[in-house]
């Protein structure tokens, strides 16, 4: 019988606390907090109310938005990259994982927002990149491919989040495969109410109503 592999409590401690990180991290609200400071509003009763960029957008900020969604990218790859430090480990460790899963759970389920968050495309984006870059310009040229060939912003975010499991595969890193996975099911319950909208002929495109 071989020996049993225990996880030691110090390494136990040291993953519930990049957890604890990576969540807090992708919790933060860029699109809220930019928004109210520079006098946009609150971004949670414009549009869809949802605290993406795509909504930002709607305020007629561009700057914001773009702002918003490399700040959602970064704080992804932040979570990632935070987990391989404290950790001690590469790209495929637990920790840079658990990193970059929470701050995906983070962004999409905000404790400060009462778990109402935002869709989670730009922070899959950064996760994906702090992973492992060649894996986020993947994701970042199919998001910005089909999004400029069908000027829909959801229809994009589908593309990308399909894109990233099946290239993490192919490129031989099963453990990110399977993550973004995860990732790709909660970003098409995310998207449920455009799903619905795609099937009526009813989804806007961008610069153009609810989202």
């Not at 996880?7 to 992708?26: C, D, M, Q, R, W």
């Not at 389920?109 to 310009?137: E, H, I, M």
């Not at 290239?167 to 099963?174: E, L």
Request: one cysteine or more.
């Amino acid at each position: 019988m071989g020996d049993i592999q225990l996880v030691s409590p110090a390494a136990l401690l040291g993953l519930f606390a990049i957890a604890a990180i990576g969540y807090l991290l992708g919790s933060i609200p860029f699109g809220l907090v930019l928004t109210r400071a520079t006098g946009a509003g609150d971004l949670r009763r414009i549009g869809s109310g949802n605290i993406g960029a795509t909504n930002v957008l709607r305020t007629g900020r561009k700057g914001l938005a773009a702002a918003t969604l490399l700040l959602d990218a970064l704080k992804g790859a932040a979570a990632v990259w935070a987990g391989m430090a404290l950790s001690g480990g590469d790209a495929e460790s637990a920790g840079a994982l658990i990193g970059g899963a929470m701050a995906f759970v983070g962004h999409c389920y905000p404790v400060w927002l009462g778990f109402r968050g935002g869709k989670g495309v730009a922070t899959f984006g950064g996760v994906a990149l702090g992973l492992w870059w060649p894996l986020g310009l993947v994701y970042l040229g199919v998001w910005l491919g089909v999004l400029l060939a069908s000027r829909i912003s959801s229809v994009g975010g589908f593309a990308a989040a399909l894109a990233a499991p099946l290239a993490a595969w192919g490129w031989g890193r099963p453990g990110a495969a399977l993550l973004f996975a995860g990732f790709a099911l909660l970003v098409f319950w995310r998207h449920r109410d455009n799903i619905r909208r795609l099937i009526a002929g009813t989804e806007p495109r961008i610069g153009r109503g609810n989202g």
